[in-house]
């Protein structure tokens, strides 16, 4: 079966009681609560979306899911803890996540969380993959980038560059803006829906654009900082 949502907690009433709630406002939603449980969803032919993934699992670390699924799976990975340090966030966005939540969190709010993930990936619900049509508009032929909402991916003078969901959602906003300065505070409230987030975060995920994008990622000629204002996408 395909589902909006897989939640990936030990904490089975919580993920039971978060699974129920998205349900009501129609985002179909499955749980599991254990690692092990989660890699037999997929084999057993299952799918989804995104994924609500916790770090302290009964049978293992939600780091070590969270790598062996980015081996196969580009789809969105959110990381709901109870672990509140820095270190432990820089963490899970460096090893592929794509959003940090720190528990408790309200069920709302995380709601519309997964609803922004969502409908930035072009996903309605029960129809995985669906184009975006303002995504459609960012897929220029003929320039030295571009991008492709089909495969959720980046073309750099020819060359196809596979990229994780948020970081899609990232260079998608930076090239709607490009060759302009785009603030902080606009690509927080465009790509995670959230004008109060970490640059942290921010700043993990333009460097792995670079890592994926740039000749030389310590000398960026394509993603520029804007110090102390934001980027500036040049093409």
């Keep these: 079966m395909h589902y909006n949502c897989l939640i990936v907690d030990d904490e089975t009433e919580l993920a039971q009681t978060t699974a129920e709630y998205f349900k009501m406002f129609e985002v179909s939603t499955a749980y599991v609560d254990s690692a092990k449980a989660c890699y037999a ?134 090239y709607n803006h490009k060759n302009t300065i785009v603030k902080k505070e606009v690509l927080f409230d465009e790509v995670w829906g959230d004008a109060f987030f970490s640059d942290s975060t921010l700043n993990v995920h333009i460097r792995k654009l670079r890592e994926k994008l740039e000749d030389n990622p310590n000398d960026p000629k394509i993603i520029k900082t804007v110090w102390g204002t934001g980027y500036y996408l040049e093409v």
């Design 41 to 174: 969803f997929f084999e057993e032919g299952n799918s989804a979306d995104l994924i609500l993934l916790d770090i302290n699992l009964g049978d293992g670390s939600g780091f070590e899911v969270c790598k062996r699924l980015r081996e196969d799976m580009q789809l969105p990975i959110l990381f709901i803890s109870a672990r509140q340090s820095d270190d432990d966030v820089l963490i899970a966005l460096s090893i592929g996540g794509d959003d940090y939540v720190k528990k408790p969190y309200s069920l709302s709010v995380l709601l519309a969380k997964v609803k922004v993930t969502l409908k930035r990936l072009g996903m309605t619900e029960g129809t995985p993959g669906a184009a975006n049509p303002e995504d459609e508009k960012s897929t220029s032929e003929g320039e030295i980038l571009s991008l492709d909402p089909k495969t959720m991916s980046a073309v750099l003078k020819g060359n196809r560059i596979a990229l994780k969901a948020k970081e899609y959602a990232l260079l998608s906003c930076l």
